[in-house]
């Protein structure tokens, strides 16, 4: 409290002192000098600063002017006591709504973090059911309930890079992809395949984040799964470039494709395309020589 009056009254003291110099140098009496001191206490303060302000600036000029004081200057000092209380007023009315507003967005925050945390906390639950059914199966379904499994995950990973940012839920694809990309070499086993990332910095809407993240998962888990068999080494490189287009590539140096018209009839290969013409891009397949490299292209996302 004491802190709050004490800078009130400097603020003040300052603008009287620039009065104090005006009056001095030109003999005019200019009250309006000292309105924005009484604005800036309501607006840096509460609880009645302004109005101290006030006060405290009626108080000021009545001893700077004792020597002149004439009746002629009452009414103009009554209209000022008036005008300094209506921006007082004012200014405390301001910072109430700045207040409410930065708690609505405080708010907003913690309600998209919380909901954020809940929705990853289910979708990883979901995760490991499926994770956990799969193991009671065939290979077969067991193997496709995996996959599903970690289709889950890689949606619920983009729960931890969500920004708000003008209502809109804005990821950091570089931090996403690095995180999925992590994830799958620890799925990956004991295979001796290194994956490395050269990713520009690039943000995008969560609705264009999420089906990136799950064709790069596939097209990972492909190379790994289908690129180096029989424990062959080997290395896949992920590439985000974000210039007028945003254009993402899986490339490694394993078996290569049979053929430049490979047919992709498996269930990892229709989501891929499908996701891809969601996005409105356009997928390449071609020979990396050793290896298979794949190029997604599309418009660079509008946040």
Excluded at 5 to 27: D, I, P, T
Excluded at 93 to 107: C, F, P, Y
Excluded at 233 to 246: F, N, R, S, T, V
């Amino acid at each position: 409290m004491a802190a709050r009056y004490g800078v009130s009254a400097l603020l003040m003291a300052c603008s009287l002192a620039v009065f104090a110099a005006m009056e001095a140098q030109s003999g005019f009496i200019g009250l309006y000098i000292l309105l924005p001191a009484i604005f800036l206490a309501g607006l840096m303060f509460d609880r009645g600063s302004a109005f101290f302000a006030t006060l405290l600036a009626v108080a000021g000029v009545l001893w700077l002017l004792r020597t002149q004081w004439t009746s002629t200057l009452a009414l103009p000092l009554v209209f000022f006591v008036f005008v300094g209380f209506a921006f007082a007023a004012f200014a405390e009315l301001l910072r109430k709504e700045m207040e409410k507003v930065v708690a609505s967005e405080r708010s907003k925050s913690l309600l998209l973090q919380e909901m954020a945390h809940r929705t990853k906390n289910n979708l990883a639950m979901l995760s490991a059911m499926v994770r956990l059914q799969s193991r009671t199966l065939g290979p077969e379904v067991s193997d496709a309930l995996e996959e599903t499994s970690q289709r889950i995950q890689t949606m619920a990973e983009v729960y931890d890079h969500l920004m708000l940012r003008d209502q809109t839920k804005i990821v950091d694809l570089k931090e996403y992809i690095g995180d999925i990309v992590r994830r799958l070499m620890l799925l990956g086993g004991e295979k001796p395949v290194a994956v490395r990332c050269e990713l520009d910095e690039a943000y995008a809407h969560s609705e264009v984040a999420v089906p990136i993240a799950i064709i790069i998962n596939e097209l990972v888990t492909n190379s790994i799964k289908y690129g180096f068999p029989d424990e062959r080494p080997g290395q896949i490189l992920i590439k985000l470039h974000a210039d007028d287009e945003l254009v993402i590539s899986v490339s490694d140096d394993g078996v290569g494709m049979p053929g430049p018209e490979q047919s992709r009839k498996g269930v990892g290969s229709k989501v891929v395309a499908l996701l891809v013409q969601q996005l409105n891009g356009k997928l390449v397949y071609s020979d990396a020589q050793p290896g298979c490299r794949v190029e997604l292209r599309m418009q660079k996302p509008k946040l």
